[in-house]
């Protein structure tokens, strides 16, 4: 018995001494992705393959593979236009079995545009099924999750023309934390279920229940997109960013702001017999476009008596004059999508900047006060940014009733004296009041859809 017992003590004791075996640290980063088992992974090594073998991918519009990403640790890159380039993930059992669960989402990104772009978004309608994962949301060097018509969690301090590696994380309470390289840098509380089938766009967002009608594309570069359903710790995704290197990249070379156009049409404007100066033509506006390498003339054209914008990149066209106190009129219709059966699903977005006094605010737009022109909320009133002081009302059910179908022309009026007023199809939708902006350019934006503005008219009032 003594014996059984020495022989037991030794034993433990041996066991106690010996160093316990460490697990075997990841050599690469695709190593310590692949550790943590995801349901699909886009290392861009080899075009839009998933490296998991489950979920190939495709590459659509605008799209250069084969560019250098954040550390040479991560292998190639791919760059999407800001237009329409976008990674297509078809819609299968193994996102929808997420639920209301457990999730990870995963990605490196360097955006070169100050306005928004949306690096993830799986949708299939406006509202309580819309997620998203968006750059720029609230303004340049930010990056946002979005559930369920809500941001799930913000960070700033992410700057442009820079790497960044973003992890959004989901535990199965439905608490989120974001962590962008490698920290947390927010917490909050995710609501939506994935339960459904519906594709997943990386690059950009889209019209729910259209993924090839693009809105809000991503300008920049991606790389090494995963997506777990469980959620990783802290260790682990800090054990990813430290595998591909342990810090961000440098910056790459910085976007070059979009000149502004010199002010030559300075001339007396030309009025009708009602006093109206007509800006019938693209001479009469200056253009501030978020793309790197945007050229207005693809933006903004004439066709027949409108001009036409096409949505894409976001921006605007702004008068080349500032106005006070004046009168605003002119006619506009959304390009109507083939096959649209509900106007309410339209996502269509454009709108109105009055009294613009300084650029990039909210990125790309100015500080201004935006006359919503979204076509189902037409008429709503947006201080940019919010800290803007003016008090507005709006009279919903009369603002409801003018607007005209998709794809119809529309007419607004905007009368700006001490009182504001907005007027769609002749009846008095909303007014503005108590306005701490008093004068500046007129803006019209272009902000992901197709819309055409025809007959547009100022008057100066005295």
């Keep these: ?72 640790a991560l292998g190639k890159a791919v760059l999407l236009d800001g237009t329409d380039g976008r990674l297509h993930i078809p819609a299968h059992a193994d996102f929808r079995a997420i639920g209301a669960g457990a999730v990870t989402l995963e990605l490196w990104f360097c955006t070169r545009s100050g306005s928004r772009g949306d690096l993830v978004n799986y949708k299939f309608e406006e509202g309580a099924r819309d997620f998203g994962v968006f750059s720029c949301l609230g303004g340049e060097n930010e990056v946002t999750t979005y559930e369920n018509q809500g941001n799930s969690a913000s960070a700033g301090g992410v700057a442009i023309n820079a790497w960044h590696h973003v992890a959004f994380v989901r535990e199965s309470t439905g608490a989120v934390t974001l962590y962008v390289d490698g920290a947390s840098r927010d917490t909050g509380t995710g609501t939506m279920s994935w339960d459904y089938e519906s594709d997943i766009l990386v690059g950009c967002n889209h019209v729910a229940g259209d993924v090839d009608r693009i809105t809000f594309p991503f300008d920049g570069w991606v790389d090494e997109v995963a997506i777990y359903r469980s959620a990783l710790s802290k260790e682990r995704v800090a054990a990813h960013f430290a595998a591909a290197g342990g810090e961000a990249a440098s910056p790459v070379a910085a ?18 017999a009602d006093g109206f100066e007509r800006l019938d033509s693209l001479d009469h506006f200056r253009f501030q476009l978020g793309h790197k390498d945007a050229e207005p003339a693809r933006t903004f054209r004439i066709e027949g008596d409108a001009i036409v914008c096409r949505g894409a990149p976001a921006g605007y066209m702004v008068t080349r004059r500032s106005y006070g106190r004046f009168t605003l009129r002119f006619d506009w219709r959304y390009k109507r999508p083939a096959g649209l059966d509900d106007d309410a699903k339209f996502g269509g977005n454009s709108g109105y900047l009055l009294f613009i006094t300084a650029p990039n605010a909210l990125g790309i737009w100015p500080r201004s006060i935006e006359v919503q022109g979204m076509n189902r909320d037409a008429g709503h009133v947006l201080p940019i940014p919010r800290g803007v002081k003016c008090t507005w009302t709006v009279d919903e059910e009369t603002r409801k009733k003018s607007i005209k179908p998709v794809g119809d022309w529309n007419s607004m009026e905007i009368a700006a004296r001490e009182t504001i007023t907005i007027s769609i199809n002749g009846a008095k939708v909303a007014t503005i009041t108590e306005c701490e902006l008093k004068e500046g350019p007129i803006g019209f934006q272009s902000e992901g859809a197709e819309i055409h503005w025809r007959g547009i008219r100022v008057r100066v009032e005295r």
């Excluded at 080899?46 to 560019?67: C, E, I, L, N």
């Excluded at 976007?255 to 009708?272: E, G, K």
């Design 255 to 272: 976007r070059p702001a979009v000149p502004a156009s010199s002010d030559t049409f300075m001339r007396p404007p030309v009025l009708d």
């Design 1 to 72: 018995m003594m014996r059984l017992a020495l022989f037991l003590s030794l034993a433990v004791a041996g066991c106690a001494s010996e160093p316990a075996k460490p697990t075997p640290a990841a050599t690469t980063y695709r190593d310590a992705v692949l550790a943590d088992a995801p349901i699909a992974y886009y290392e861009f090594t080899d075009g839009a393959a998933d490296s998991t073998g489950r979920h190939p991918a495709s590459f659509r519009g605008g799209v250069t593979p084969g560019q250098p990403s954040a550390h040479a």
